[in-house]
């Protein structure tokens, strides 16, 4: 499906708005199992921005995901489809607020979600890309409603909170592509996020700032093993899907 492209300066004049401006309305978020809040974001040289904040002293303990680590994550995930030029996910930075560090991301007010894609071929090349992202990134908890569409029509991911553990944890909704090949075009792609190439050793450099070193050494691992066999892996209808899927 077409949609206008998002012009690169957004990203830039975003991202900066996010990290230097001043937090001027903040409001509890009611879903969700971490305490999250919508916030205002004023910069001084542009309109306020509607965004969401996940501070790390709002994360609820996981048994299997190190506390206070999701925010990282969720920056991590950020990092990599930046990397990958997919930018799917919404402009996100790591700055203090009103309750300590977090990430702050655009807010994108949805017209739809995954569960008004599924079935429409016109989406079947952005659902593939994101299910390859939570492939390599090892997604925990893609739900419906993290897959969004904006009133352009564009698709968003959201929520990578539950990201890059050295165990296989991916539960997802996506199951259009299990057990099925990769587009060879997408594996073109990923290859660039391997150490060996100047953009992967870069976002490697990055990652180790926000993650375990294991957990980066699997990551490009994921990766090898996807180029290796070009398909998507076969997943269990109950282990691979994640609770409160919608």
Known sequence: MKVKPVPAEFWVETTEALRTGRITAIQPNPRGSNYTFFVRVSPDSRPSLLAVYKPRAGEVPLW??????????????????QALNWRFIPPTVIREGPHGVGIVQLFIEPTGTYLNLRGDARYLPILERIALFDLITNNAD????????????????????????????????????????????????????LPEHPAGARLAEELRELLDPAEVEVFHRRIRHVLKTGRFPRLDPYRNVPFGWW
């Open 64 to 81: 299997d995901f190190p506390d206070g680590t999701l925010y990282r994550r969720e920056y991590a995930a950020y990092l990599v489809s």
């Open 142 to 193: 893609r739900k419906a409603h993290h897959c969004l569409r904006d009133a352009e029509g564009r698709i968003w991911s959201i929520d990578h909170g539950l990201t890059f553990n050295v165990v296989f944890k991916l539960r997802t909704v996506l199951w259009e592509f299990v057990d099925r090949p990769v587009s060879p075009k997408l594996l073109r792609e990923i290859a660039v996020l």
